[in-house]
């Protein structure tokens, strides 16, 4: 695996969530630069084989928004 897919969303109590798309890996952080290295720790700690270890983690934000029909 040379590159993983990670959802970045705002959690409702402050901070960001990082959930990687297709292997169990979750991290959650207060900053933006603390999830960052968060995701780099997680996705070290996750793959044993280094060779397994993906090169480049792709953040995609997802932004939910409420719009109220009148």
């Given at each position: 695996?040379?590159?993983?897919v990670?959802?970045i969303?705002?959690?409702e109590?402050?901070?960001?969530?990082a959930q990687?798309l297709g292997?169990?890996?979750?991290?959650?952080?207060e900053t933006?630069n603390?999830?960052?290295?968060?995701?780099?720790?997680a996705?070290?700690?996750?793959f044993d084989?280094?060779a397994?270890?993906?090169?480049?983690?792709h953040?995609h934000f997802?932004?939910?928004?409420v719009l109220?029909?009148v």
């Amino acid at each position: 695996m040379k590159e993983i897919v990670f959802l970045i969303n705002e959690a409702e109590e402050g901070g960001f969530t990082a959930q990687a798309l297709g292997e169990s890996i979750f991290t959650d952080a207060e900053t933006m630069n603390d999830l960052k290295k968060n995701i780099q720790e997680a996705i070290k700690f996750h793959f044993d084989n280094p060779a397994d270890k993906p090169k480049i983690a792709h953040l995609h934000f997802v932004k939910d928004e409420v719009l109220a029909i009148v």
